[in-house]
């Protein structure tokens, strides 16, 4: 049982349509609420059900918009309803950490928050329950956490964390300078030097430190948020929440925020080493579930089942059969095959991450329909 006393708020972030897992994800169903995950559970239902080392029913929170909003209370039953969030519309991270850090204060103005996106992969829970621990230890001293991946490879589509010294005794290290994601060369020289980390996106810290660094950095979000806030509780909340929150800066919370603060400082990270994966695209997701002995992934399936499936000769194919009906392949090799009951996608898989064109070509053409 965990105590209520110094307990994690954890956020989940709900938001964000997964353009590079399209045809399967789309903006009114996105990837979060799909059973990515090798098992029944939905890539938001895993996320919940990790942190339930960590917080409480009652001290989770989720950020969704307003057409998600009731799937995500569906998913996820043991979260009382008043902590589903309801963006009116998407500002982007730093406003939707910001709401959820704003309304935690009202209930415990020193709070520890934990905020996580709904759509990441952790293969060792307990592991991730104890590097959440060690950031909140760094959260106590005052400082914003983020949370560091050690790099296995020159990963070209991640943000990276450029290290400084250990904080105090440990494990905690200072963070010098958030990183753009760079090119194969320079990432090949970050993960040579050992002193960078994969930005992970997960974030502790004291709910006040937190809204008094945004406070100093954006005075525009801090101080429509602490409106919004005051009101929260009120029968006015929709009124003031429909006329102040269009107005925010749309602006992730690594520039907003933690950016700024690293270079005066007050950024630490501690590093996970928990099998993460942010299930960027399909070829990802292909090397994180099970497969079969030619390296073939159904998604939806566990290794052995294979059925509305039927593959022969092939190898590491990726395959997601969603539409009802047979999908068989003969003699190929490393596509990714994406069957729905409006469109079907097919690519060689060292070309996922390329995806978002598509839907990016959908856009222009008009052909919103299928997005």
């Not at 753009?180 to 502790?204: C, H, Q, R, T």
Request: proline letters at 5%; charged letters at 20%.
């Amino acid at each position: 049982m965990i105590d209520q006393q110094g307990a994690l708020y954890g956020v989940v972030l709900a938001g964000g349509t997964g353009t590079r897992l399209w045809p399967l994800s789309r903006a009114g169903h996105p990837k979060f609420l799909h059973p990515l995950t090798g098992t029944d559970a939905s890539l938001l239902q895993a996320t919940v059900d990790r942190l339930d080392q960590l917080s409480p029913s009652d001290h989770v929170f989720v950020v969704t918009g307003v057409a998600h909003a009731a799937a995500v209370s569906r998913q996820l039953a043991e979260v009382p309803d008043e902590n589903v969030l309801i963006e009116p519309s998407p500002r982007d991270s730093c406003a939707a950490i910001a709401l959820a850090a704003a309304v935690i204060a009202r209930r415990e103005p020193e709070a520890i928050m934990g905020a996580f996106a709904s759509d990441h992969l952790i293969a060792d829970k307990d592991q991730f329950s104890a590097v959440i621990r060690q950031a909140m230890g760094g959260a106590q001293q005052g400082l914003l956490m983020t949370l560091g991946i050690t790099p296995t490879r020159p990963e070209t589509g991640y943000g990276y964390l450029e290290c400084g010294s250990v904080v105090g005794d440990g494990p905690v290290l200072a963070v010098q300078e958030f990183k753009e994601k760079p090119s194969y060369d320079v990432a090949e020289s970050y993960v040579k030097s050992g002193n960078y980390l994969w930005n992970a996106g997960m974030f502790v810290w004291r709910v006040d430190v937190f809204l008094a660094e945004l406070s100093r950095q954006q005075p525009q979000l801090a101080a429509g948020i602490s409106r919004i806030a005051q009101a929260w509780d009120s029968p006015s909340r929709e009124d003031v929440l429909g006329e102040v929150w269009p107005t925010l800066p749309r602006i992730s919370v690594d520039y907003a925020v933690m950016e700024g603060a690293a270079t005066v400082g007050r950024v630490g990270t501690v590093t996970g080493d928990f099998g993460w994966n942010d299930v960027g695209d399909f070829h990802t997701l292909g090397a994180v579930l099970a497969s079969d002995q030619a390296g073939n992934v159904v998604v939806g399936r566990d290794g052995a089942d294979k059925s509305g499936v039927l593959l022969r000769e092939t190898e590491n194919l990726v395959v997601v059969p969603t539409a009802g009906r047979l999908v068989a392949a003969l003699g190929v090799r490393d596509l990714v095959i994406v069957d729905t009951p409006d469109a079907v996608l097919v690519c060689p898989r060292d070309r996922a991450q390329e995806v978002k064109q598509l839907v990016d070509a959908l856009k222009d053409s008009g052909e919103h329909s299928y997005i």
